[in-house]
């Protein structure tokens, strides 16, 4: 094992997760259930089946496992659902996850139901950064997509508690989907620049519940960039290695930033460094691929660290290429699984 020197000593440096086409995971998303209070049409069948809770790894096993993937080199974890704030004491977790060694921020995404009373704790238990889901600015249609009547002003209000508490950065993802929200793009970024937020726009992708995905609801990044430009000019910012995002802040000088997040057209596998832990401990290396692999039996029969940590390598090590070497071979994608199910 490598090391490295430093003024307390020598201490052994990680050995990182590493795939076959050598990408190191650096970011762990955790489901924490699958259950949700929305029922977006482009995540969840209409009578989902939910996980039996006993089926849920509990708090203690989400943080054993954090820890594992920590000594690993991961450093950044961000919580989902579902929608993680139906799960009860999550603030309770995220002091847990906060506290691992090696773990440098963790946050989350989430419907923004519940935002408005959490936000302080959270903040409080050491969650850094929140991404709230909102994929319309007009009442009437957003409680269409979301399929629950009354909602958008309380989401809203959860959004602004969020930086009053200062929970940073806080951004939105807007699914764009043709016909439905496409009207919406330079309202969104309206709103960025109003509110100093970072708003990004996700290109539709094959993970809807009822499976009415087709590729010409898809609105490309390009597209979603150049509608904005028609009003104000962007200027691109310099990509972090393994971003999903491509990001734009206003060449005027305005507040807040725009982000494109191209899975469809223009997908980033060739760095990726995500791996993704689902609500009832299946291991997903790659969000387009049906390869999980089940942690749970192990940590629930007593295996140790050591041996979780060689499961994990092992699975890793086989993550799929990617969705990019699906549109190289000008194949469409097809429906995997679930939103809901994993999170994003």
Not at 51 to 75: H, K, P, Y
Not at 111 to 139: C, D, I, Q, W
């Amino acid at each position: 094992m490598r090391v490295v020197r430093s003024n307390v000593g020598i201490l052994a440096a990680p050995r990182p997760l590493v795939d076959r086409f050598g990408r190191v995971a650096r970011k762990l998303r955790i489901s924490v259930t699958d259950r949700c209070n929305f029922r977006c049409n482009f995540c969840m069948p209409r009578n989902p089946v939910w996980l039996d809770r006993n089926e849920l790894l509990t708090f203690e096993e989400i943080a054993r496992l954090a820890r594992i993937f920590a000594r690993m080199g991961v450093s950044r974890v961000r919580l989902t659902g579902g929608e993680p704030l139906v799960r009860r004491g999550i603030e309770k977790l995220v002091s847990m996850l906060a506290e691992v060694e090696g773990i440098e921020s963790v946050s989350m995404t989430t419907n923004g139901y519940f935002l408005e009373e959490m936000a302080a704790k959270l903040k409080e238990a050491g969650l850094r950064g929140v991404t709230v889901s909102l994929h319309s600015l007009k009442p009437e249609r957003y409680e269409e997509v979301v399929g629950v009547k009354g909602v958008f002003e309380k989401v809203v209000r959860g959004i602004r508690r969020a930086i009053e508490v200062g929970l940073w950065p806080v951004k939105v993802n807007v699914v764009v989907t043709r016909g439905c929200n496409d009207d919406e793009i330079l309202d969104f970024a309206e709103l960025a620049r109003r509110t100093g937020i970072s708003v990004r726009f996700i290109e539709y992708m094959p993970f809807d519940g009822e499976r009415l995905w087709r590729p010409e609801l898809v609105v490309s990044g390009e597209e979603i960039v150049r509608a904005i430009e028609e009003r104000y000019r962007l200027e691109p910012l310099e990509r972090e290695p393994g971003s999903t995002s491509l990001n734009y802040r206003f060449a005027d000088g305005a507040q807040g930033t725009i982000g494109v997040i191209t899975s469809m057209t223009r997908p980033f596998c060739y760095d990726c460094d995500r791996v993704r832990l689902k609500a009832d401990g299946k291991l997903v290396p790659c969000l387009f691929s049906n390869a999980e692999y089940d942690l749970k039996p192990l940590l629930r029969r007593g295996a140790s660290d050591e041996e979780i940590e060689d499961f994990i390598r092992s699975a890793f090590w086989n993550k799929f290429e990617g969705v990019e070497s699906l549109i190289r071979k000008h194949q469409i994608p097809t429906h995997v699984r679930s939103m809901y199910t994993i999170g994003g």
